[in-house]
């Protein structure tokens, strides 16, 4: 059974940063790409980052390049997503995707 269980959310003021943490369970994290998507509210689900099974195999959204970064520990099964320069416009619930399955999601909010 699949799962992916979101963690590292909460409040930070602008310019700081957060971790965001993705443990995936019932898969073989090693042979597949993970994604990182956000919902602010009133605005459709956007996808932030997503590291492909190779090292070097990374996406990231205009929005976020040269401040978030995502990392992947396979021994672990946990993809991690850096954010750093935290903007308010990076507020919304942030979700872990695999193929179909999302996580719950975790909470990032930036205010003042």
């Known amino acids: 059974q699949v799962q992916l269980v979101e963690s590292g959310g909460g409040l930070v003021q602008p310019g700081g940063s957060l971790r965001l943490s993705c443990a995936a369970s019932?898969?073989?994290?090693?042979?597949?790409?993970v994604g990182w998507f956000r919902q602010a509210p009133g605005k459709d689900r956007e996808g932030v980052s997503c590291?492909?099974?190779?090292?070097?195999?990374?996406y990231y959204a205009d929005s976020v390049k040269g401040r978030f970064t995502i990392a992947r520990d396979d021994a672990q099964k946990t993809v991690y997503l850096q954010m750093n320069s935290l903007e308010p416009e990076d507020t919304a619930i942030y979700y872990c995707?695999?193929?179909?399955?999302w996580g719950q999601g975790t909470q990032v909010n930036v205010t003042a």
């Open positions: 995707n695999h193929e179909q399955f």
């Open positions: 019932g898969f073989g994290l090693d042979r597949y790409a």
């Open positions: 590291a492909g099974k190779d090292k070097d195999d990374t």
